[in-house]
């Protein structure tokens, strides 16, 4: 019975190890050229340098990937919408977006840990009821500023911004996040926010502090 319960066990530890690895995949790294701005991806979208997108050559489009560059442990989540690289030494091709918030822009190709990472269950259900202006946090629960905001990214696709401040909130111990939804083109755009900032010259700091983490087009908006 001992025997039989070792065997067990010594299967079940096998497979969590097998379930863990195809998880997870490390290799080279490298982005997008900014000359691929507005072309077709092979998913049908028009690619954006400012996205926070990926090519992957197996995974399925949409799926959501942590990327950590092993050399700093800067990490930053992405989102499959292409095809490549073609490269043997590579594994992944990023957007400039998200090659700049690891570190790896301009330094050729990086070794990276990419890890596939589930969207949150209740991003559908809260797409339904969000309107245009509303501000909800993490759990969906609607907020107000009183002040300044920062929109620090933006994108198209709500369980990707959710997955983006759940992330930012284990990094940034001290500012908390937000997602606010805009309509652009007669469609959603969700920005991540910091909100309830109380003057200009502090919502400046931020900005500095945020582009120089690699966030390209980060912007101050109004008191609500």
Known sequence: MTVNWMKSVIFCLLMAVSSSSAQT?????????????????????????????CASRKLPFHTFLKI??????????????????YAKQRVVDLSEQAARIIGIYKRGVTRVKMEIIKPPS???????????????????????????????????????????INQL??????????VLKKMNDHRPLYHILIINIASTQEAEK?????ERKGFLRVKILEKA
């Not at 202006?133 to 929109?151: F, P, Q, T």
């Not at 909130?169 to 937000?178: K, M, V």
């Not at 931020?206 to 945020?210: E, P």
């Open 122 to 164: 209740d991003a559908d259900s809260l797409k339904k009821v969000m309107n245009e202006n509303d501000i909800v946090d993490a759990d969906g629960k609607k907020m107000v500023s009183n002040g300044y905001m920062l929109s620090i990214w933006r994108t198209r696709d709500l369980p990707h911004a959710l997955l983006l």
């Open 25 to 53: 995949i490390t290799g080279g790294a490298s982005y997008y050229a900014r000359s691929f701005e507005g072309r077709k991806t092979a998913n049908g979208e028009k690619f954006s340098n400012y996205d926070m997108t």
């Open 68 to 85: 950590t560059n092993l050399k700093n442990n800067l990490t930053t989540i992405v989102r499959v919408n292409d095809r490549g690289p």
């Open 206 to 210: 931020l900005k500095d502090y945020w």
């Open 169 to 178: 909130h284990e990094l940034e111990y001290i500012q908390n996040f937000y």
